[in-house]
């Protein structure tokens, strides 16, 4: 899953870090928001409430954000909805927009404007789900595990691929065996770094250097957005286009 890091990765101009760690944090507590209002506070009962305090634990959030979170979201719980939003950006690369809001109108005016600004445009729903495959993801540090004890445990839950990626190894399954997989992950006490359903593009586009660059600040943009969860694409991202990146 190298490619997939690399396109869905992008590096941050210096200064931005605090700013980046800001909106992890607030993906997370909309996250577990909706966790909290779906299958309750307990999450030894809630699956997707599990999954996002150890989510948050990996972007190392407070143990006391996550509480306050949980605590919120049980006695005053937003009314979050889930959007999405499939379209194309400069050169005819597609973008997949995932969004929980608690206003559709100014999210969909805000998502529209973004594209029509940085030279894109909204598709219908549906449009694009040929490009892109839900998979399973999950991101380990090495010292957290000992890949020569359960590797074929993890095959056996599930695993298509176990990529190193440097500090990292890779999971990834289908869809459908994402819960068994985070199941056995529990199962062997192993600590996640971050698990999540991802959309992983079947094909990538290739563009030349500076429509790569527009539309990869086109991509920075619609993450600004408050509302915006995730952003997925198919470009293919050169290291040229990333080290242009660096230095804008």
Not at 186 to 195: D, H, S
Not at 233 to 241: I, K, P, R
């Amino acid at each position: 899953m190298s490619g997939h890091n690399k396109w869905s990765t992008i590096k941050r101009k210096k200064g931005a870090l605090d700013a980046k760690r800001s909106k992890e944090f607030s993906r997370i507590i909309k996250e577990i928001s909706v966790a909290v209002k779906e299958g309750g506070a307990d999450p030894e009962g809630n699956p997707r409430l599990r999954l996002a305090i150890n989510n948050a634990k990996g972007v190392n959030m407070p143990k006391e954000n996550i509480l306050r979170a949980i605590t919120k979201a049980e006695k005053d719980p937003e009314n979050l909805q889930e959007l999405t939003f499939e379209g194309y950006g400069p050169g005819g690369i597609a973008i997949f927009i995932e969004c929980l809001t608690d206003n559709n109108n100014r999210t969909i005016s805000a998502v529209r404007s973004t594209l029509t600004k940085k030279g894109g445009n909204l598709g219908t729903n549906g449009s694009l789900a040929f490009l892109f495959s839900r998979k399973g993801i999950f991101t380990i540090a090495k010292d957290k595990i000992n890949l020569d004890e359960v590797e074929l445990d993890l095959i056996d839950a599930g695993a298509q691929n176990i990529d190193d990626n440097g500090d990292f190894y890779v999971v990834t399954t289908e869809m459908e065996d994402f819960g068994r997989m985070n199941k056995k992950l529990e199962e062997l006490k192993i600590e996640v770094e971050n698990a999540s359903l991802q959309r992983i593009p079947n094909d990538f586009k290739s563009v030349d250097k500076d429509t790569a660059i527009k539309f990869l600040k086109l991509v920075e943009e619609l993450e600004d957005n408050d509302d915006v969860q995730q952003v997925y694409h198919n470009l293919e991202l050169t290291d040229e286009v990333m080290a242009a990146m660096d230095n804008e």
